[in-house]
């Protein structure tokens, strides 16, 4: 069964008229400067309330679309040349209105070379030259999915880039015009591997099933979207696509709650949400939470001196930054090494028991690095965690660093029924501390330089423990090594580990992952 445009809706999606003196003074602002707002254009429900904050989301490259989507208000047809004013007026209207964040979007502009990228640019530059101490969320199209002219917005640096998956996977066909699922899932990973907010936003009563809307949420949060708008769809006209149904407030609630569970920072999800309510409000939240942020980047299986010399310049990067007094980007980093010992800078060399062509056997390098520790080995089977952490920052000496390490750790075992346990003079993490049996499952080794750290703890998942037998790991003739897989008797995921460690870096460190 389908729905008129004429259905009654129910009471909780009556929409509040713009009102009050503020709301008027948005008005004029916009009349005065010929600007066009989605507010107007896409009939947002929210535009009183907004109008009336003295906010509204500025919508750039005219108001015409070369798109048709089915859900969408917007004039379609042959736009108009790009106004060269434009940027400039943007950013007037932007310091007339007073506005602390600026949200801004635009219609797609394929009839373009590069479908609108560079004017993009120029208006975000513009805004932020008038307005330097203005926010900024950019809602852009897919620009076909070209990563270069992503790129442009990207290099203007808005403090959020929003873009909009709009439904789920099956419906994207029926309701967009020649955007895709999958391509706006490639943008959203370009703004998040960027280490820019990304965003995204979807509506709900087209015909989507419960299952397609979890999926949607699981796909957004494996790209690295952090922030989710979640509302209702309105046909605005006769000429688009039909209202299937009316989901609750109630079920709104739920989904925004399940959507915090699976790990987004931010979920505006209730009936008359729409891509930037509360924009402000998100924008403020995250530049608080940004002062704890780290991004998140998993990098599979990576060699040891490759990753050694990420590290190297990305602590060079963050000292750098605190010596010109800019807000710095820090990191973690998930890694898998091929097999390798490892000898610390205050390691003895007695410690690796076998020679140079017993290690050429074992398909395994021997590398001396500037570390603490003495020796140890990374292979297959083993997590590899480097936070790159500005320590002053997070207010915290060595010492206590490493015991917040080896607290990720312990946490993290427990989850398999077991105990780890620290040791006097020797870091790590241990099981059955003090007994016969005594045996590390997490080797830790960390290079700090200017407070900024490197390096971090390799813990045994399913790892190959005969590799241990070559060395006096750490150093000691009389300790052991083991594994999680070896000590629950079962296999154990590697992926499934780092879910648990992300989780607990979140929570021992305070940290927002990106």
């Not at 707002?37 to 070369?66: K, V």
């Not at 108009?80 to 940027?87: F, H, K, T, V």
């Not at 008038?130 to 900024?136: A, Q």
């Not at 807000?327 to 028991?353: C, D, F, W």
Request: aromatic share 6%; hydrophobic share 35%; charged share 25%.
């Amino acid at each position: 069964m389908s729905y008129t445009v004429n259905r009654r809706k129910p009471e909780w999606l009556r929409i509040k008229l713009p009102q009050g003196s503020i709301a008027g003074n948005v008005q004029q602002i916009i009349q005065k400067h010929n600007i066009h707002t989605i507010c107007s254009s896409g009939l947002c429900p929210n535009r009183g309330e907004c109008w009336g904050c003295g906010t509204a989301t500025f919508m750039i490259g005219g108001d015409i679309c070369t798109r048709a989507c089915k859900f969408c208000n917007v004039k379609t047809g042959k736009p108009l040349p790009l106004d060269p004013n434009e940027p400039n007026n943007i950013a007037q209207s932007v310091k007339l209105m007073g506005l602390k964040h600026a949200v801004i979007t635009s219609v797609d502009r394929d009839d373009l070379a590069d479908y609108g990228a560079s004017h993009w640019a120029n208006v975000i530059r513009a805004v932020k030259e008038l307005n330097p101490s203005v926010t900024m969320e950019v809602l852009i199209p897919d620009f076909q999915g070209k990563n270069d002219l992503v790129r442009l917005v990207i290099d203007a640096k808005p403090e959020v880039i929003s873009h909009n998956l709009e439904t789920v996977k099956s419906l994207t066909p029926k309701v967009r015009s020649k955007a895709t699922y999958q391509q706006s899932l490639s943008v959203i990973k370009q703004v998040a591997e960027s280490g820019i907010v990304a965003k995204s936003g979807i509506m709900l009563g087209l015909g989507e099933t419960r299952e397609e809307i979890l999926e949607t949420m699981d796909d957004l949060r494996k790209v690295g979207c952090h922030a989710l708008t979640i509302g209702q769809y309105l046909q605005p006209s006769a000429a688009n696509v039909e209202v299937k149904e009316y989901v609750t407030p109630e079920t709104f609630a739920e989904y925004k709650n399940i959507g915090l569970e699976k790990g987004f920072t931010f979920v505006e999800s209730s009936p008359l949400v729409r891509s930037s309510y509360h924009a402000d409000k998100q924008a403020r939240a995250l530049d608080e939470q940004k002062k704890n942020t780290a991004k998140l980047n998993d990098l599979g299986e990576k060699s040891y001196k490759e990753t050694w010399d990420l590290q190297l310049q990305l602590q060079s990067e963050i000292i750098q930054e605190k010596e010109q007094n800019k807000p710095s980007t820090y990191h973690i980093l998930l890694v898998e090494h091929p097999a390798v010992y490892t000898l610390g800078r205050n390691g003895k060399q007695t410690n690796m028991l076998i020679n140079e062509k017993q290690l050429q056997s074992n398909h395994a390098e021997f590398i001396k690095v500037d570390r603490g520790g003495d020796i140890t080995f990374h292979g297959k089977g083993q997590l590899v965690v480097y936070p790159i952490l500005d320590l002053e920052h997070f207010r915290l000496g060595l010492k206590e660093y490493i015991h917040k390490l080896e607290e990720v750790v312990i946490n993290t075992i427990a989850h398999f029924g077991l105990k780890g346990e620290r040791v006097d003079r020797a870091t790590g993490v241990w099981l059955d501390k003090g007994k016969q049996t005594e045996r590390k499952i997490c080797a830790i080794g960390v290079k700090c330089s200017r407070f900024v750290t490197m390096h971090g703890f390799a813990l045994n998942v399913n790892t190959d423990l005969s590799y241990f037998s070559n060395i006096n790991p750490c150093g000691f003739i009389d300790k052991g090594v083991t594994s999680i897989e070896k000590e629950v008797g079962e296999n154990v995921n590697l992926n499934d580990i780092k879910l648990i460690v992300t989780k607990q870096l979140k929570k021992v460190f305070n940290l927002n992952l990106l």
